[in-house]
């Protein structure tokens, strides 16, 4: 459920079997979330949250509205052109190295620019699209080259190697951005 509040824009508000009380926090996205017991009652949710105010204030670096909505709307445009353009660059270098995975997966993490599962799926970042061309090129071959290698090992950097000759100068080019949105 999504609770709007005038003062910390939309609030997640997630109704829990196993809660006992109710707890606050920051979602991954910014935004304060609440952990209620199941049974509570919306009104009852209203209430705690009022009284809660400035313990809310004083604890938890709740981000701005006007922020957060800004925030969601360049994700919403990302994501967008992620799902348009990283499939088809995905299987451009499958193909072209002769890589098979099973599913193509998009995040918004704030730490990860993308993962290979052992069962095949890949998931890539939509903050990708932030980065230049040659560096997504580079963290798709690097996933790639899991289906592979499900580790770091010197095998794995020779494989990365043979798609990517300057995968060190893209590796190291890749610490200045951040894969957040």
Request: proline letters at 6%; a positive charge; hydrophobic letters at 35%.
């Amino acid at each position: 459920m999504i609770l709007a509040d005038p003062e910390f824009g939309e609030i997640i508000v997630r109704k829990n079997a196993l809660s006992s009380s109710i707890k606050f926090s920051i979602s991954t996205s910014g935004r304060l979330a609440m952990s209620v017991p199941k049974s509570t009652p919306n009104f009852l949710i209203k209430r705690f949250l009022n009284s809660s105010r400035e313990q809310i204030r004083k604890k938890l670096p709740v981000k701005n509205p006007t922020t957060q909505r800004a925030r969601d709307a360049k994700k919403k445009i990302l994501e967008k052109k992620a799902k348009t353009y990283l499939p088809y660059r995905l299987d451009f270098w499958a193909k072209k190295y002769g890589y098979h995975y099973t599913r193509l997966r998009f995040s918004h993490a704030n730490t990860r620019w993308g993962s290979c599962a052992s069962t095949g799926t890949i998931s890539l970042n939509i903050g990708l699209m932030n980065l230049p061309e040659p560096l997504r090129d580079y963290v798709i071959l690097h996933e790639l080259a899991h289906i592979n290698h499900m580790d770091h090992s010197s095998s794995f950097w020779a494989e990365v190697a043979r798609h990517d000759p300057h995968y060190k100068r893209h590796r190291k080019a890749l610490k200045m951005f951040s894969p957040g949105v």
